[in-house]
């Protein structure tokens, strides 16, 4: 089963949530944790794996022969990122808004374009006791996280239970990092801007079509209005985090719920044991 965790913006908790559910489980299942947050990863803090596997990553991108380059234009037409343009005698590439989709090598009728790697990232693994880990890393400066995201994907193990740490928001990187997951965990808080991203952050599953359930933290004063958008939209409320400094303290200090408080251990797996109920209904009746 692939669980991804989200949210609709940054700091509602979303990796405490993911790394307490991996380490709960990690005497109950094979468990993978895959941290794709690839502008600012933090799970390893929480976890402390040992790495022992690098993989840099990169995107191909345009390389122009320009003694049998024509100047036609075709390369700058097809480019919707506009990553080449053809001006008067020059062809001016721009590397870092390139995608790496190939159109301008693969529609050039002088066969002029060829492609070259461009190191956007890392990737890196390891495991923390039991738990296999990956993360990756994009690179200070570089824009495009989904294709560093889609190979830490890659080494996702379907054999036992992944979690996929997503980054905040609803953004390309958010779609790529949750998508094909069984289930998602949306992380949020009892503030307007919690629950107005919570509400992009639904939208957006329901679009994907991924089941979805909220894990309430710091929960508190503003719970009711997160409570019934959730009831109003038949999202289940799947767990509930109280605001306690003793969690606040751990958490400074790179502690999860499931070591710090280790009661904390049976409401994840109580918390996994609902959303396997949720995907085995879903998956006995796919219309609902």
């Known amino acids: 089963m692939i669980i991804s965790v989200a949210s609709g913006k940054g700091g509602t908790g979303k990796t405490l949530i993911a790394t307490s559910l991996a380490l709960s489980l990690r005497n109950k299942a094979q468990v993978q944790l895959l941290d794709c947050d690839v502008e600012e990863p933090n799970d390893h803090i929480f976890i402390r794996p040992v790495i022992d596997r690098t993989e840099a990553v990169g995107i191909p991108v345009p390389v122009v022969d320009e003694a049998i380059c024509t100047r036609c234009g075709r390369c700058a037409e097809v480019c919707a990122f506009n990553a080449i343009a053809v001006a008067g005698e020059y062809v001016l590439t721009f590397p870092e808004l390139c995608h790496g989709c190939g159109a301008c090598s693969y529609l050039c009728p002088e066969k002029a374009i060829t492609e070259e790697n461009r190191e956007t990232g890392v990737i890196e693994s390891g495991k923390a006791d039991s738990i296999d880990f990956t993360q990756g890393r994009l690179t200070v400066g570089e824009a495009m996280a989904p294709p560093v ?140």
Do not use: H
């Not at 958008?229 to 767990?239: D, F, G, K």
């Not at 710090?260 to 251990?265: D, F, L, R, T």
């Open 149 to 288: 995201i889609r190979k830490v994907k890659e080494r996702t193990n379907n054999d036992g239970v992944a979690i996929i740490d997503a980054p905040p928001g609803t953004s390309c990187p958010v779609v790529e990092s949750v998508k094909g997951s069984d289930f998602c965990l949306l992380v949020t808080e009892p503030t307007p801007f919690g629950l107005n991203d919570l509400k992009l952050a639904v939208a957006t599953m329901k679009e994907l079509g991924i089941p979805c359930g909220v894990v309430l933290n710091r929960a508190g004063n503003g719970d009711k209005n997160v409570i019934d958008y959730c009831e109003s939209e038949y999202i289940p409320v799947l767990m509930t985090v109280p605001l306690d400094m003793e969690i606040a303290r751990l958490y400074s200090r790179g502690i999860t719920l499931a070591e710090g408080i280790p009661a904390w251990q049976k409401e994840f797996i109580g918390l996994f044991d609902k959303i396997t109920e949720i995907v085995d209904e879903r998956n006995r009746c796919p219309e609902r």
